[in-house]
């Protein structure tokens, strides 16, 4: 039985993975910044019947001696081989630029980027020792093009698939993949626990209210069962040869089609047009 490491598994993408992996006969280690947490994990896992081969552990990606003692303590378990990691765990925030405090950007990047990093950096070792392993990143279609009022969570989204594509030419050498998930929208708890900024007279108020109406109203109302994004998740650490990028979702699909073949000032016209952005005057 193969082991994984999955972090950020209280909710969401990471529940789901956890326990879809799990299904399918991976040995899962599931890890969360806090297990005070662990309630809707442990009850997916008993619905699902997996409960024996889920063993979770507390892990905080942005804190070096949490990841260090994580990943030694899954390492132990596994008796020092891991057949993959799943890097799920991710923060945003939600706010025009300016307005957006440097902590609130540093805490983005902090998990969404370095904490990728600093795990990667630790299980490495082990993975280049045993000439195989699958470092799976759950990135975003937000890495396709910019996004009004999102700059740090597409900017985190961004750097990630760069650090993933020169990795893969270092890595490759030792058996080990690299794979990039790309969801589009899914209903996740990231929509609700993501802080929206909007200070007391901000210049970018009335486009922050327009935006905000037109994700409550369209963007979640369109969003997708996240028990799709896990099955192919749990698809691509199965597959003989995975695939660099997996889009997930329709707008996904359809990012990942026309990425890189539209110049800029064209994508932002579009945008500008989908959100009703064009209509909105500061």
């Known amino acids: ?8 598994t ?23 910044r806090n297990l005070g947490r662990r309630g809707a994990l442990d009850e997916a896992a008993a619905a699902a019947g997996v409960t024996e081969r889920l063993e979770v552990t507390q892990l905080d ?4 001696a949490s990841v260090e003692a994580g990943a030694r303590d899954v390492l132990a378990r596994a008796g020092g081989r891991l057949g993959a990691v799943v890097h799920n765990a991710g923060v945003a925030v939600g706010g025009a630029f300016e307005d957006v405090a440097d902590a609130e950007q ?20 082990t993975f280049r020792a045993q000439r195989s392993g699958r470092i799976l990143v759950v990135s975003s279609n937000s890495a396709y093009a910019g996004e ?30 690299v794979v990039l998930v790309e969801p589009g929208s899914y209903k996740t708890e990231i929509w609700g626990a993501s802080p929206r900024i909007l200070p007391d007279g901000s210049p970018y108020a009335t486009m922050m209210r327009h935006l905000e109406k037109v994700i409550d109203e369209k963007v979640l109302a369109s969003a997708r069962d996240p028990r799709e994004v896990a099955a192919v ?8 040869r995975p695939r660099f990028r997996y889009p997930v979702g329709p707008d996904a699909w ?29």
């Open 1 to 8: 039985m193969q082991s994984v490491l999955v972090t950020g």
């Open 10 to 32: 209280s909710s969401g993408f990471g529940l789901h993975a956890a326990t879809e992996l799990g299904r399918r006969g991976w040995r899962v280690f599931a890890t969360m």
């Open 61 to 64: 990606v942005t804190d070096p």
């Open 106 to 125: 540093r805490r983005v990047m902090e998990t969404n980027f370095w904490g990728v990093l600093a795990l990667t950096r630790t299980l490495l070792p």
């Open 148 to 177: 009004p009022a999102n700059s740090v969570y597409v900017a985190s989204k961004w750097a990630i698939e760069g650090w993933a594509e020169s990795l893969a030419f270092e890595v490759g050498p030792f058996g080990i993949d």
């Open 233 to 240: 998740i749990a698809d691509a650490l199965s597959a003989r």
């Open 254 to 282: 359809v990012g990942h089609v026309v990425r890189g073949k539209l110049p800029t000032r064209v994508q932002r016209f579009l945008v500008s047009r989908l959100l009703g952005l064009h209509r909105v005057k500061p």
